[in-house]
């Protein structure tokens, strides 16, 4: 079998957009300011091309085989995460403008959750997204984007590894603890729970 890649995220490739969009689940709809599927979409296709947001190729990479996208991970230090929060919404505004802002006026729990959720401290390097096609399950590509992760924390400088995952995606956080990575804290909101885990990576 055709040995898995990981490679720089392509800012044309459509799959790794709806990918990205995937991971998120109903957290896209505050970011879209909508529930309809074809905003999203142009939303997150337009965010993954992009620079400079929090959901930008830039900050992507894909899993391969034979030259097809199989999963897709975003990851970066915690402070470069909070960095981008102020561009990822001008972006947001400038795209979407008015439906933004009036769909998350109608929907203030959810919008509140997202803009107080605090995802890591700044000692850590940061899976923001992650997520695999439904048909390449099973074939070991969310262990490999994860271990890609980990490469990525100690060539970065970082000893410590982290990401969060709703409460309810027992599958997920089966495999993150078979991997190494443990609770360190949980974010209860009014639109969701999340738990956060972590994992110290490298030789530090």
């Known amino acids: 079998m055709t040995q898995m890649s990981i490679v720089k995220a392509d800012p044309t490739s459509n799959v790794g957009a709806k990918l990205n969009q995937m991971a998120l689940d109903y957290m896209v709809y505050p970011l879209a300011g909508s529930e309809e599927e074809s905003i999203i979409a142009r939303t997150f296709r337009k965010l993954w091309q992009w620079r400079n947001n929090r959901f930008s ?4 990479f894909e899993a391969q085989r034979n030259g097809q996208t199989l999963g897709m991970i975003t990851c970066y230090p915690i402070p470069v995460l909070k960095r981008l929060a102020w561009p990822t919404f001008k972006q947001l505004f400038s795209f979407r403008k008015l439906a933004l802002i009036s769909y998350n006026i109608r929907n203030l729990k959810l919008c ?4 107080t959720m ?3 401290e700044d000692d850590e390097f940061h899976i923001g997204t992650i997520a695999t096609l439904p048909e390449s399950r099973g074939l070991g590509v969310g262990s490999r984007l994860l271990q890609f992760a980990e490469e990525q924390t100690t ?5 410590k590894c982290s990401l969060t995952v709703k409460k309810e995606n027992e599958p997920a956080i089966k495999l993150y603890k078979r991997l190494g990575y443990e609770m360190t804290g949980e974010i209860n909101k009014p639109a969701f729970s999340l738990y956060r885990m972590a994992k110290i990576v490298g030789n530090n």
Do not use: N
């Open 155 to 159: 060539l970065q400088g970082y000893s």
């Open 118 to 120: 605090k995802e890591g």
């Open 57 to 60: 190729h830039q900050y992507a």
């Open 112 to 115: 509140y959750s997202m803009t």
